[in-house]
Each structure stands twice: as C-alpha cells, then as structure tokens.
C-alpha cells in the first residue's frame, strides 16, 4: 500500500469516528474486516491505487471501499447518509498529501446470509504529493 492509499485510509477513519451521529448509529468503526463484532457497523475495507497526477506534480488515484453493514430488513438511511456525508471532508490535507477531489463513484447493496446486509460505498480521490 503507498502512501496516498495509506494517507486516506488513516483520514478516512479519523473523520468516520469523530462523527458523533454515526457513532450513535453502529457499534464501530473499523480499519478492514473486525473479527467479532455484531450489526450495525462500518469498516473501511480496501484501498487501490492508481498512478494518477500532472504535469508537474505526482500523485495517486485511490479507490477506497467504505462498508456499512447491517442485519434485519431494511437499509439504516440515515447511518449511510452519515458516510457518504463524511466523503466530501477528505478533501484537504491528508499525511503529506493533498485530496483535491473526493467523490462516489459507486454504490453497492446486497442481502447476506443470516439476515444481514451490506452496503458498499466506492470512493474516488484524487491526490497530489504536498
């Protein structure tokens, strides 16, 4: 994982957790899959990377998955309003990198096993180094 994918991953997180709102919604926040925690909850899952910058700056496109996961029948609207709520404050100054743009660029939702659901949240942000 480079920097960049390191870099949102870590903001990513921070700003998911200082939601008070959505923390009142789950039961956690977590950085990939947690071992033994039950529904609701969100983890932020992979991170991809792609060379992506300009003519003279270098920077990464980074793909990164955000996971609400839930059980019963119906989608929590407000928690997946929350993150994708969240999504515009990536932008900004992130580890050494700077998101200059921070968008959905797809949704996914899917009955599980068990009763459960997932929604998936695809991210695009765009980084430049410095």
Do not use: N, Q
Request: some cysteine; aromatic content about 6%.
């Amino acid at each position: 994982m480079s920097g960049a994918e390191r870099a949102v991953r870590a903001k990513a997180l921070t700003l998911l957790a200082g939601d008070g709102e959505l923390a009142a919604l789950v039961h956690g926040i977590f950085d990939g899959i947690p071992p033994r925690v039950s529904a609701p909850y969100v983890s932020v899952a992979g991170a991809e990377g792609i060379d992506w910058g300009t003519k003279d700056r270098a920077g990464r496109e980074v793909r990164l998955t955000l996971v609400l996961v839930g059980i019963g029948g119906a989608v929590d609207d407000v928690a997946a309003g929350r993150i994708d709520a969240v999504v515009a404050g990536l932008r900004g100054v992130a580890d050494g990198w700077s998101v200059v743009s921070a968008r959905v660029v797809r949704t996914r939702f899917a009955f599980v096993r068990d009763g459960g659901w997932r929604h998936e949240v695809i991210v695009r942000c765009r980084c430049l180094v410095g």
